[in-house]
């Protein structure tokens, strides 16, 4: 599968728990994008890279969100003391560069905080 | 604040009509607009639309943007129940500081296609 892969698939957590997420974007993309997405709400953007670099955060992202992507291939999203707002899917899209912007995007993270 | 609003927020159709979903966006930095299907888990990649009144056609869906009135449509002709679906809107807007580029998305119409 060349896709954009997303693990786990599911998640539930008990509130004040953290979890990690981690998306592989299809290998030659160098842009990696996280969203957010809540039922009948198309989704929200979290954060993007280009390669390693982290270029934008949005301001819904709060210090108990960081992302990663220490080589500049997959990264890893973690939520610490997770609230039940935080109950979402998590999507993961990556795309090619400059010329080929279209995001494909990951299967998604199904967060449930309980 | 970058807007993408999509209308309607539902439909229901029967199989075989023909439905026209609308996109609209009030943005700084335009670069392009994209349109996604998205049934039950990830969106997947319909149209990008850099340039106003140019169609593009797949089958039988096919986009046009208009720049000049912010908007795009999303046509589907002889819908088939394999057309229920969200069809998401998203404008691509260039990221000044920093570089690059990210995806805002409109809220959606869910379509539902009866037999």
């Known amino acids: 599968d060349t896709g954009v892969s997303q693990n786990p698939r599911h998640k539930i957590t008990k509130r004040g728990q953290n979890v990690t997420f981690r998306c592989d974007p299809i290998?030659?993309?160098?842009?990696l994008y996280w969203y957010r997405q809540t039922l009948g709400q198309g989704p929200e953007f979290l954060t993007y890279f280009q390669n390693e670099a982290q270029l934008e955060k949005s301001r819904l992202l709060s210090d108990r969100f960081s992302a990663e992507r220490p080589k500049g291939s997959f990264s890893t999203l973690e939520i610490q003391r997770t609230e039940q707002g935080d109950s979402a899917m998590y999507l993961c899209?990556?795309?090619?560069?400059?010329?080929?912007?279209?995001?494909?995007f990951g299967q998604g993270t199904r967060l449930t905080v309980v | 604040e970058d807007k993408v609003v999509q209308s309607p927020l539902s439909l229901v159709v029967h199989e075989g009509d023909t439905v026209t979903l609308n996109c609209s966006y009030e943005?700084?930095?335009?670069?392009?607009l994209l349109w996604y299907k998205q049934e039950k888990k990830a969106p997947t990649f319909l149209f990008m639309l850099t340039s106003s009144g140019i169609e593009k056609k797949s089958g039988r869906l096919s986009s046009i943007l208009d720049k000049k009135e912010l908007s795009s449509i999303l046509n589907i002709t002889a819908t088939q129940t394999g057309d229920s679906a969200i069809y998401l809107c998203?404008?691509?807007?260039?990221?000044?500081?920093?570089?690059?580029?990210?995806?805002?998305f409109g809220t959606g119409t869910q379509l539902k296609v009866e037999l």
């Open positions: 943005v700084t930095n335009f670069r392009s």
């Open positions: 899209a990556s795309s090619l560069g400059v010329m080929n912007t279209e995001a494909f």
């Open positions: 290998s030659e993309h160098n842009r």
């Open positions: 998203a404008v691509e807007i260039w990221v000044l500081t920093g570089g690059g580029n990210k995806l805002t």
